[in-house]
C-alpha cells in the first residue's frame, strides 16, 4: 500500500475561521493573528508582496521576533497622565490656559477629580457667601480666573469689614481683572479722578503673592498720579508669560475727566514694562486737543478706545501686526482708520507700523494683492486713500459680519469671503 502523504500542519498563528455575531465565518484567505486584538488578512499575499520588494536580488527577510516576544508589559502599555506622579500634572498646569485646565478636568475621572480638588476655574466677586467661605476656607482651592467690576465697598465682610482677596489662594492665578469705580471723587475741585488707596494696595498684593510664571492676562484701572509708575510698572516686571494687558481710562460717567499723563508718557511705561505683546485701552476719552502718544515696539495686537474725538499718534510700533479702533469718529460715526485722528492715522500707520496687516478685520496685505502686480501693485495706504468712502463701507461690512454674521447683512464685497 502506497503511504499517504501526510498534510502540513498550517502556521500555529494562522486562522481560517472568525466568529461575528456568535457565529463562525470562514475566511477567503488565511489570516496571521498577530496580538490578541490585531489580525492580519490574507496573510501569504502579504508576505510574498514584502519579500519581492524588500530588495533586488528578491534576499530572504531577516527573522523578525514574533509579536509576542516585542508586547510590551501590562505596566508599560497602560501608561497615560493618570500614571504620572501629581507633582508632574501640578507643574504641567502651571503652563495651561484656563480653558485647558478645565478640559483636562473633562478627560477622566481621575483628572476631574485632581483639578476640582485642588483648583477653582473662574471667581466672579461679589458671589454667594456659601462659596465664597469653601474657597477661603483650608485647604482653600486654587483660583485660576479672578473677575470682579465692582466698587470694593461692596465687596467688604459685613462681619469683619474686610476684603476676600487676602483669604483667597491666588498663588496660581492665571488670568486677573480688578475694574469697576473705584476712584475718589471731588478732590480738590479737580475732575480728574483719583484711584483709593485700598484700590492700589489691593492690586499691588495681589500681583506679590501670584506666582511669576502663572500670569498670562491683567486688567486694571489707571490714573493721573506717579503711583502707577513709581509702584504699579515695577510690579509688573516679574510675569514672564503675561501676554495681554488690558488698561481702563477714566469712567464713562466722568464726562470732563482728562486722560492720565497728557502724550500717553504713562502708557508706554506701563507697555514697557511688561512683557505683554496683547494691549487695549478701554474708556480712554481725550479731549479733541490731546493727543495720545505710544511708543511699544514688541505690541502685536493693540485695541483703542479714546472717545467719538479722540487722536493718536504711534511711534516706532514696528512689530504691531493688528490694530483694532473700538471707537467711531464724531462726525461720520466711522471707525475706519479714515477718520481716526482727524484723518491722520493712516500715513501715521504706514511710518510707525510697516508689518501691520489687519486694521479692523481688514486684510491690508489682501488689499495689495488684489491691486494686481509689478506696475500695477500699490501699498495698502494707497489704495485705502483711493478707495475713499468704499472703504468706510468695507470697514463696516466686516466689522458687521464678524458682530452678527454675513447671513444678516447685505454683502457689498463679496471678494472678501
Same mark, same amino acid.
Given at each position: 500500500?502506497?503511504?499517504?502523504?501526510?498534510?502540513?500542519?498550517?502556521?500555529?498563528?494562522?486562522?481560517?475561521?472568525?466568529?461575528?455575531?456568535?457565529?463562525?465565518?470562514?475566511?477567503?484567505?488565511?489570516?496571521?493573528?498577530?496580538?490578541?486584538?490585531?489580525?492580519?488578512?490574507?496573510?501569504?499575499?502579504?508576505? !510574498?508582496?514584502?519579500?519581492?520588494?524588500?530588495?533586488?536580488?528578491?534576499?530572504?527577510?531577516?527573522?523578525?521576533?514574533?509579536? !509576542?516576544?516585542?508586547?510590551?508589559?501590562?505596566?508599560?502599555?497602560?501608561?497615560?497622565?493618570?500614571? $504620572?506622579?501629581?507633582?508632574?500634572?501640578?507643574? $504641567?498646569?502651571?503652563?495651561?490656559?484656563?480653558?485647558?485646565?478645565?478640559?483636562?478636568?473633562?478627560?477622566?475621572?481621575?483628572?476631574?477629580?485632581?483639578?476640582?480638588?485642588?483648583?477653582?476655574?473662574?471667581?466672579?466677586?461679589?458671589?454667594?457667601?456659601?462659596?465664597?467661605?469653601? %474657597?477661603?476656607?483650608?485647604?482653600?482651592?486654587?483660583?485660576?480666573?479672578?473677575?470682579?467690576?465692582?466698587?470694593?465697598?461692596?465687596?467688604?465682610?459685613?462681619?469683619?469689614?474686610?476684603?476676600?482677596? @487676602?483669604?483667597?489662594?491666588?498663588?496660581?492665578?492665571?488670568?486677573?481683572?480688578?475694574?469697576?469705580?473705584?476712584?475718589?471723587?471731588?478732590?480738590?475741585?479737580?475732575?480728574?479722578?483719583?484711584?483709593?488707596?485700598?484700590?492700589?494696595?489691593?492690586?499691588?498684593?495681589?500681583?506679590?503673592?501670584?506666582?511669576?510664571?502663572?500670569?498670562?492676562?491683567?486688567?486694571?484701572?489707571?490714573?493721573?498720579?506717579?503711583?502707577?509708575? !513709581?509702584?504699579?510698572?515695577?510690579?509688573?516686571?516679574?510675569?514672564?508669560?503675561?501676554?495681554?494687558?488690558? /488698561?481702563?481710562?477714566?469712567?464713562?460717567?466722568?464726562?470732563?475727566?482728562?486722560?492720565?499723563?497728557?502724550?500717553?508718557?504713562?502708557?508706554?511705561?506701563?507697555?514697557?514694562?511688561?512683557?505683554?505683546?496683547?494691549?487695549?485701552?478701554?474708556?480712554?476719552?481725550?479731549?479733541?486737543?490731546?493727543?495720545?502718544? /505710544?511708543?511699544?515696539?514688541?505690541?502685536?495686537?493693540?485695541?483703542?478706545?479714546? #472717545?467719538?474725538? #479722540? @487722536?493718536?499718534?504711534?511711534?516706532?510700533?514696528?512689530?504691531?501686526?493688528? %490694530?483694532?479702533?473700538?471707537?467711531?469718529?464724531?462726525?461720520?460715526?466711522?471707525?475706519?482708520?479714515?477718520?481716526?485722528?482727524? #484723518?491722520?492715522?493712516?500715513?501715521?500707520?504706514?511710518?510707525?507700523?510697516?508689518?501691520?496687516?489687519?486694521?479692523?478685520?481688514?486684510?491690508?496685505?489682501?488689499?495689495?494683492?488684489?491691486?494686481?502686480?509689478?506696475?500695477?501693485?500699490?501699498?495698502?495706504?494707497?489704495?485705502?486713500?483711493?478707495?475713499?468712502?468704499?472703504?468706510?463701507?468695507?470697514?463696516?461690512?466686516?466689522?458687521?459680519?464678524?458682530?452678527?454674521?454675513?447671513?444678516?447683512?447685505?454683502?457689498?464685497?463679496?471678494?472678501?469671503?
Amino acid at each position: 500500500m502506497s503511504q499517504r502523504k501526510r498534510k502540513r500542519k498550517p502556521h500555529p498563528n494562522y486562522v481560517n475561521w472568525m466568529r461575528e455575531s456568535k457565529r463562525l465565518k470562514r475566511l477567503s484567505e488565511p489570516a496571521e493573528v498577530i496580538d490578541e486584538d490585531i489580525m492580519m488578512y490574507d496573510v501569504i499575499n502579504v508576505t !510574498t508582496v514584502i519579500q519581492e520588494r524588500a530588495c533586488i536580488d528578491h534576499q530572504p527577510l531577516p527573522n523578525i521576533p514574533s509579536a !509576542t516576544t516585542m508586547s510590551l508589559s501590562p505596566s508599560q502599555s497602560d501608561k497615560s497622565l493618570c500614571s $504620572l506622579p501629581a507633582e508632574i500634572l501640578y507643574y $504641567l498646569i502651571d503652563y495651561l490656559d484656563v480653558p485647558d485646565v478645565l478640559s483636562l478636568s473633562e478627560v477622566n475621572s481621575t483628572l476631574k477629580m485632581l483639578v476640582d480638588t485642588e483648583y477653582y476655574g473662574h471667581l466672579m466677586l461679589p458671589c454667594k457667601a456659601g462659596l465664597l467661605n469653601t %474657597l477661603t476656607t483650608p485647604p482653600r482651592l486654587k483660583v485660576l480666573r479672578l473677575t470682579t467690576n465692582r466698587c470694593f465697598r461692596l465687596l467688604l465682610n459685613p462681619k469683619t469689614g474686610r476684603l476676600p482677596f @487676602n483669604e483667597l489662594n491666588l498663588t496660581h492665578l492665571k488670568e486677573l481683572s480688578l475694574s469697576g469705580a473705584n476712584y475718589k471723587q471731588g478732590v480738590s475741585h479737580s475732575f480728574d479722578y483719583i484711584l483709593k488707596d485700598e484700590y492700589i494696595s489691593t492690586l499691588l498684593e495681589i500681583l506679590q503673592v501670584v506666582s511669576a510664571d502663572t500670569l498670562t492676562r491683567l486688567e486694571f484701572n489707571t490714573e493721573n498720579t506717579t503711583r502707577m509708575v !513709581t509702584h504699579v510698572a515695577p510690579a509688573l516686571r516679574k510675569f514672564r508669560r503675561l501676554q495681554r494687558l488690558t /488698561l481702563h481710562g477714566r469712567s464713562s460717567d466722568a464726562p470732563r475727566a482728562t486722560q492720565p499723563h497728557t502724550g500717553g508718557q504713562l502708557l508706554t511705561v506701563l507697555a514697557n514694562n511688561t512683557y505683554a505683546t496683547q494691549l487695549e485701552l478701554k474708556k480712554y476719552l481725550l479731549k479733541e486737543s490731546n493727543v495720545l502718544t /505710544l511708543s511699544c515696539h514688541w505690541i502685536r495686537v493693540l485695541r483703542v478706545d479714546l #472717545g467719538k474725538t #479722540g @487722536n493718536m499718534n504711534l511711534v516706532d510700533m514696528r512689530c504691531l501686526e493688528e %490694530l483694532v479702533l473700538l471707537s467711531a469718529d464724531f462726525m461720520t460715526g466711522c471707525y475706519c482708520p479714515r477718520h481716526h485722528s482727524h #484723518g491722520s492715522l493712516v500715513r501715521n500707520l504706514a511710518e510707525a507700523s510697516p508689518n501691520l496687516r489687519y486694521c479692523n478685520y481688514v486684510d491690508l496685505k489682501r488689499l495689495e494683492m488684489m491691486s494686481g502686480t509689478g506696475k500695477d501693485w500699490k501699498p495698502w495706504w494707497v489704495i485705502v486713500e483711493s478707495m475713499g468712502s468704499r472703504f468706510c463701507k468695507l470697514d463696516r461690512e466686516l466689522r458687521y459680519r464678524r458682530e452678527y454674521g454675513a447671513d444678516y447683512i447685505d454683502t457689498l464685497f463679496p471678494e472678501y469671503d
